[in-house]
Nanobody, 124 residues
Framework: VQLQASGGGLVQAGGSLRLSCATSGSIFSIGAMGWYRQAPGKQRELVAFIKKIGTTNHADSVKGRFTISRDITKNTVYLQMNNLKPEDTAVYYC???????????????????WGKGTLVTVSS
């Protein structure tokens, strides 16, 4: 599975960005896809994931502001980010996993496949 993230950039606080993650390769093996982020000096954080069946989960820190979605016809997953805050500044990574995790703590520790990150900078 190959992942290509795009859409990062510089935006003012309160603004919006949409990240895209194009997938290729053994797409049929994907059980879930997600977005993670890592800010300078901080640990990587799971932002959101979407399962093969379409259910989604968002971190509390982004609920109501970020939305993960997908376009199956384009093999692409998106992260719509609204009302951005300076604390959202980070490198955002797209990831995919072959498992269908159930229960608490799913994918918190990461996924199998990773794309290169895209930098999101939110100015105050």
């Amino acid at each position: 599975v190959q992942l290509q993230a795009s859409g990062g950039g510089l935006v003012q606080a309160g603004g919006s960005l949409r990240l895209s993650c194009a997938t290729s390769g053994s797409i049929f093996s994907i059980g879930a896809m997600g977005w993670y982020r890592q800010a300078p000096g901080k640990q990587r954080e799971l932002v959101a994931f979407i399962k093969k069946i379409g259910t989604t989960n968002h971190a509390d820190s982004v609920k109501g502001r970020f939305t993960i979605s997908r376009d199956i016809t384009k093999n692409t997953v998106y992260l719509q980010m609204n009302n951005l805050k300076p604390e959202d500044t980070a490198v955002y990574y797209c990831a995919a996993d072959s498992t269908n995790c159930v229960g608490l703590g799913c994918y918190v520790n990461g996924m199998e496949y990773w794309g290169k990150g895209t930098l999101v900078t939110v100015s105050s």
